[in-house]
């Protein structure tokens, strides 16, 4: 069942979503060559925790960390480690996840290390930037959750991406994942309307080959592309309101 949030959880969401936004800037100067994930794991939970908050992530499920760090071919939820050190031309997705007053904000966005990599590796960090936006533009009351995917697959598969799609965007609230489920490719059938006080996540994940992954045996997390290739994702968390929509997690 889809939740729509009253105009308490709202302003809470707005919270939440404000500081996952500040969070995900303060890790910015962070990301940079010779610093581990482990690190930028510890700086981030230091920082929340200042701040009078909680990391969604941590033992969420048997999670071990407060934030998920992917690494080139890693598509999502990389888990910090200490041996993971980042080099110059490298890209990685941080992925932040506060609770603020009983509410998650959520957000991630791909650094390339150093600030330059392969001309191949940045189109996809921009393409994959650019899907995001692509299907943020189409919430909007009277549209349907797969009017978001749809948008997306037309405009990264011509360009030859594949998209992930065994992990989606979804709602979130209270609880980190919510109804409803929002897929970032063509969807075969007809999903839900999109509704004033829905609150769900936008994050396509895009890989430069195909589309499918790998879901790690020995961790049970750590997911990754299956032909070794790169992979980038960037992520909102979006209210639609009247007209609209409302990104709660831009800064």
Known sequence: ?????????????????????????????FVKSGVSTLELN???EAYTKKNG???????????????????????????????DVLADGDIVNLDVS???????????????VGGKTTP??????????KAMWIGIEQI????????????????????????????MGHGVGRNFHEEPQVPHFR????????????????????????WEVNFDRSDKWTVRTKDGKLSAQF??????TDKGYEILTKV
């Open 1 to 29: 069942m889809i939740y729509i949030k009253n105009k308490s959880e709202i302003e809470k969401m707005r919270k939440a979503g404000k500081f996952a936004a500040e969070l995900l800037v303060y890790l910015e100067p």
């Open 42 to 44: 510890d700086i981030a």
């Open 53 to 83: 908050h909680r990391s969604a992530p941590l033992g969420y499920k048997g999670f071990p960390k407060s934030i998920c760090t992917s690494i080139n071919q890693v598509v999502c939820h990389g888990i910090p480690k200490k041996e």
């Open 98 to 112: 506060p609770i603020v007053d009983g509410y998650i904000g959520d957000t991630s966005k791909t650094f390339i």
């Open 120 to 129: 191949e590796a940045e189109k996809l960090v921009f393409d994959t930037e």
């Open 140 to 167: 909007k009351p009277g549209n349907r959750i797969d009017d978001i995917g749809n948008a997306i697959d037309d405009f990264l598969t011509p360009l030859g991406y594949g998209i992930v799609r065994d992990l």
């Open 187 to 210: 969807s075969p059938r007809k999903l839900a309307k999109i509704e004033p006080g829905m609150i769900f996540t936008v994050e396509p994940m895009v890989n430069l080959g195909t």
């Open 235 to 240: 992520e909102h968390t979006i209210l639609v």
